[in-house]
């Protein structure tokens, strides 16, 4: 299924797919559903107000993907859709933000102090998707720093996760300035 996400200027579509659906009309910040077209090359086409912002012919594998669509074109990651062991989730994170640059991705519960742990992820460059982990169920802050510092551009507020599911976090150029994040249901 697609999920397709629409920024302000110079937009940051995100679609989710196990191949490319059509006229589906999403608010910065938020997601479609997934939606189901058959493998092999698919014409995406993202537009915001009324404007063309890609008409490009992806190659799509079968199962579930996220396509990202950035100032700089379409970028396809594998999502993952296998249930977490017990009493755990899972957690990725997409740096789509054009002025963050390389980023060490902090998942911590509410509270610690990032200079006392070392990154979840580390040097995530923009367009590009960390692995997933594996963590207990529960609350985390998910902090964006600076690649090889603790100096921490984004601090979201604490995010609550069920056992079961998975998900994709988003780092994203905020339309008013600064940045901001978006959660991505991958399962659950």
Do not use: W
Request: charged share 10%; glycine share 8%.
């Amino acid at each position: 299924m697609i999920r397709l996400r629409k920024s302000a200027t110079l937009s940051i579509a995100l679609c989710a797919l196990s191949a490319i659906a059509f006229s589906i009309g999403v608010a910065f910040g938020a997601a479609s559903s997934y939606t189901s077209v058959a493998s092999g090359s698919r014409t995406v086409e993202i537009q915001a107000n009324s404007a063309t912002l890609f008409n490009q012919t992806l190659s799509v594998a079968s199962g579930n993907n996220t396509v990202l669509a950035t100032n700089s074109g379409p970028t396809i990651f594998t999502d993952h859709k296998t249930t977490p062991s017990s009493g755990n989730i899972q957690i990725r994170v997409i740096n789509a933000s054009t002025s963050l640059g390389m980023a060490d991705i902090y998942v911590v519960t509410p509270g610690v102090d990032i200079s006392t742990v070392n990154p979840t992820f580390s040097g995530l460059a923009y367009q590009s998707a960390s692995s997933y982990a594996t963590v207990a169920a529960g609350s985390y802050q998910i902090e964006f720093a600076q690649a090889g510092s603790k100096n921490v551009l984004i601090n979201n507020n604490a995010i609550s996760f069920s056992a079961g599911q998975i998900r994709t976090v988003v780092a994203l150029d905020n339309p008013s300035g600064g940045f901001t994040t978006a959660v991505l249901s991958d399962l659950n």
